[in-house]
């Protein structure tokens, strides 16, 4: 992280001032956001930082070959997209308005489960029966009811301290988990409304329509002639990427274009009006209100807002593994890797989050095991069954053997520590500017009195 | 913060909701006396034994001991330190793995490997009944192992205090929060590290363990009654650590009111490493005895604990320590009689509702404290 290039944005110290000439083009239209985040280089940044990742891939695949290569970076691009996109949702609540949510993966579930019951057919081969819909319905469904349930959280979030509030987000989203776990809802709802949730055993989601745009039905070795064309270039006709890859890139590009759509969104609702008064309630919620901003209504409406692109940041990314299940799924733990992302990059920052999303894929979360595995291949030593029988050998290299095998959890503690070291050392993130000018007017750092006190 | 809602308008906007739970509360109530009479009327009623009834009742009153005992700590680090600690459950484990590590030494004789003992079992074939360790065979080796418990948690969480929390002692709640995510992190996944992350058992089974309460229609596992026996016990040394020594009195002085307390020369910082001292070992032992209870052990028992753990606080009122002895008790008979009305994968789910529900309605908890709203 420490290696991030800082070609622009990314506020240097606390007391960074905001750039003027960022903060009073208020954009009338997306093209218009889209220039100004070049000319600030925030898509630079991101650019840089995907290049970046993408070599440090290369340079640890490259002896296993092109697909090797090309698949790791499709991982982690697929990864870094679908953090920022839930980085960017929660972006909303925490780093705009300062509710702090840590029910996300509740609202990701909630998401992803309506629109797979909405979408599957009333009767599937196996697994619970559905509506039998078209998807956008289920996509629209699924966001509606991430936002009637964050409807439904906000009325907490009202009256309660942002500690409290966490508390009951979690708790909420614990009740959503062991809901959808629970045999007898599923039950339930199938007698009651013919439709299921699987319960414990998850649900099989609807095809990707993605695939079917490069292979007729979904089927492999049947493409279309979109399918053909991009096979005989760069596939096993061509460069010999294998299909699958390609595929889910094709995937990816779609995932960006959603990215686009939400960070373009988010930028425009930030330098509105209504965003000026979230910041202005997340700075100081007493003086919204005295300045005769309707708080409760802001918050309720930013809660169902976030909770919407919550569900459907959970359709995109969990709606095209193929198969959801609560449990291992939809625990806290998510919730938890999407507010790393979301300090990573800065609270408050829509750049930021997209940048912390990608670092966090690939540094914290696809990166340890990663590294493990390369460094696990170069020890010629069989791995001792447990901790103790690898500190009993008193064999270093046993002793790494054993490390490089269980990394998983020391790829935990390694996240643990990131995050106890960002809020000691720069809790403002990477691209954090939480200090931004909320005003329509120009108020860059030389136009304003020195003094005044801060309430943080 | 906020504390204009807590004004009659507030409370009036909250009356119906509250009306409703109440209204709620009163139906499960009569639901309950036509369950027992075997009454049925309609959706109302059904046929309930009083031995059932009992037996969910006290086991519900074990948990809630344990629930109650951890909570003291989570409760006092909030109201002394202000924040609410997302790493609490895990010192739980930390207590648990490092105490039953001890007691399998003490209680296993020399034919076994140090290292599976040590380990609970992670390493090595040994099987609980190898090992042997159960309050009415090895009680020596139980009681060790609580102490260890305690101790070795007490010095991890003032250890974990230094290196993390120290250094952000002026920070908002909200930091510390976050910091202590990443503690909560840090040590769940070292535990698993070092211990694997396998679910095992513990204790061992000995015949007639179970201790009979003709009076009462009870049968009361040999474990259970430690478990109630030690908790009441570290529940009364607490009250009287608070109450009766200087230690005690300064606590309460900081809990309540932190300036003031300075103001009168109360060494801050050494209550702050008293509380971590006390609060810790605290969570150390309850998650000891919740693994006695359950008889097996698991990386992550204590974080999925920590939910429940944070619901009897609220519901106590945070910075209360009766009230989390209080909030753990409901909690936990929560927990056990909520399957008497839905089905068993959803108590914890009715637990966190009622933790919900207090926060909605009440949010200073059931019996006062610091408020939350």
């Keep these: 992280m420490s290696d991030e290039p800082a070609t622009g944005g990314s506020g240097a110290g606390e007391d960074a001032a905001p750039d003027s000439a960022e903060a009073d083009a208020s954009p009338d239209s997306a093209a218009r956001v889209l220039l100004d985040a070049i000319q600030r280089s925030d898509l630079g940044v991101v650019l840089v930082t995907l290049g970046v990742i993408y070599v440090a891939a290369a340079l640890v695949t490259f002896p296993d070959g092109l697909n090797s290569v090309v698949g790791l970076m499709q991982t982690l691009t697929f990864l870094g997209l679908v953090y920022a996109l839930s980085a960017l949702a929660l972006n909303l609540h925490w780093g705009y308005t300062g509710l702090f949510n840590i029910g996300v993966a509740g609202f990701m579930a909630i998401g992803v489960y309506t629109m797979g019951v909405v979408v599957r057919p009333p009767d599937p081969a196996f697994g619970p029966p559905g509506l039998g819909l078209p998807l956008p319905v289920g996509i629209v469904a699924g966001m509606a009811l991430s936002a009637l349930v964050g409807l439904f959280a906000a009325l907490p979030a009202l009256r309660l301290r942002a500690d409290y509030l966490a508390i009951v987000t979690l708790g909420l989203s614990e009740i959503i988990r062991l809901t959808l776990q629970s045999s007898t809802v599923d039950t339930f709802l199938r007698e009651t409304f013919a439709v299921g949730t699987g319960g414990g055993r998850g649900m099989g989601m609807p095809d990707n329509p993605v695939r079917a745009l490069f292979l007729v039905d979904g089927r492999a070795g049947n493409p279309t002639a979109l399918g053909d064309a991009v096979f005989g270039t760069l596939g096993e006709g061509g460069v010999g990427i294998s299909n699958n890859i390609l595929v889910g890139w094709g995937y990816v590009l779609v995932l960006a274009a959603f990215l686009l759509g939400f960070y373009v969104f988010l930028e425009r609702l930030g330098r509105s009006p209504f965003g000026r008064t979230l910041k202005a309630i997340r700075e100081d919620e007493l003086v919204a209100d005295s300045l005769g901003k309707n708080v409760d209504l802001i918050k309720i409406k930013v809660f169902a807002i976030g909770c919407a692109l919550m569900g459907l940041a959970g359709i995109l990314w969990f709606g095209s593994q193929g198969n959801v299940s609560p449990t291992p799924q939809f625990m806290p733990l998510l919730t938890f890797y999407i507010f790393v992302a979301v300090i990573i990059g800065g609270a408050g920052s829509n750049a930021g989050s997209v940048v912390g999303g990608i670092v966090f894929a690939a540094v914290l979360f696809e990166g340890p095991r990663r590294l493990g595995a390369v460094v696990r291949d170069t020890i010629d030593a069989s791995t001792p069954p447990s901790f103790a029988d690898a500190v009993a050998s008193l064999d270093p290299v046993a002793f790494l053997a054993y490390a490089t095998d269980n990394v998983a959890p020391l790829q935990f503690v390694f996240l643990g520590l990131a995050l106890i070291f960002i809020m000691h050392r720069r809790p403002e993130g990477l691209l954090g500017h939480r200090i931004e000018t909320a005003a329509a007017v120009d108020l860059s750092a030389d136009s304003r009195p020195d003094g005044g006190d801060s309430d943080e | ?373």
Excluded: C
């Excluded at chain 2, 139980?142 to 305690?150: I, K, N």
């Excluded at chain 2, 529900?357 to 200073?364: A, E, H, K, M, T």
């Design chain 2, 1 to 373: 913060m906020g504390t204009t809602d807590s004004t009659i308008a507030g409370s009036l906007r909250d009356r119906p909701g509250l009306l409703a739970t109440v209204l709620v509360g009163v139906v499960l109530a009569v639901d309950l006396g036509a369950k027992l009479a075997g009454v049925e009327a309609g959706p109302i009623g059904g046929s309930l034994s009083t031995a059932r009834l009992g037996s969910n009742l006290w086991s519900g009153v074990v948990i809630g001991l344990v629930i109650g005992l951890a909570g003291i700590g989570l409760s006092m680090t909030y109201s002394i330190l202000n924040f609410a600690n997302f790493s609490h459950g895990d010192l739980l484990s930390l207590g648990a793995f490092t105490g039953w590590g001890v007691a399998f030494v003490v209680a296993a004789g020399s034919g076994i490997p140090l290292r599976a003992l040590l380990t609970v079992r992670a390493a090595g074939d040994a099987t609980p009944g190898e090992i042997g360790a159960h309050i009415l065979t090895t009680p020596a080796a139980v009681l060790v192992g609580l102490v260890v418990a305690f101790v070795v948690t007490a010095l991890a969480a003032l250890a974990l205090d230094r290196a993390f929390y120290r250094p952000m002692r002026d920070r908002s709640g909200i930091s510390l929060l976050i910091a202590s995510i990443g503690v909560a992190l840090v040590v769940r996944y070292l535990i698993q590290f070092v211990y694997g992350s396998g679910r095992r058992g513990v204790t061992a089974s000995v015949d007639a363990s179970n201790v009979a309460f003709a009076p009462l229609g009870l049968s009361v596992d040999a474990h259970e009654l430690a478990l109630s026996v030690a908790a009441i016990a570290l529940m009364l040394a607490m009250h009287f650590m608070l109450q009766h020594t200087k230690l005690g009195t300064a606590m309460r002085a900081m809990a309540d009111n932190k300036d003031l307390a300075s103001i009168t020369g109360i060494p801050a910082e050494r209550v702050v490493t008293a509380t971590w001292l006390i609060g810790g070992g605290l969570a150390g032992a309850s998650g000891y005895l919740y693994v006695m209870l359950r008889g097996t052990i698991q990386f992550d028992f204590g974080w999925l604990l920590l939910l429940l753990i944070f619901a009897a606080v609220i519901l106590g009122g945070i910075g209360s320590v009766y009230g989390a002895i209080a909030g753990g008790l409901v909690i936990g008979i929560v927990f056990t009689t909520s399957t008497i009305w839905i089905p068993s994968d959803f108590n914890e789910a009715a637990a966190f509702a009622v933790m919900i529900l207090v926060l909605l309605f009440r949010p200073q908890g059931i019996f006062g404290g610091v408020s939350t709203a």
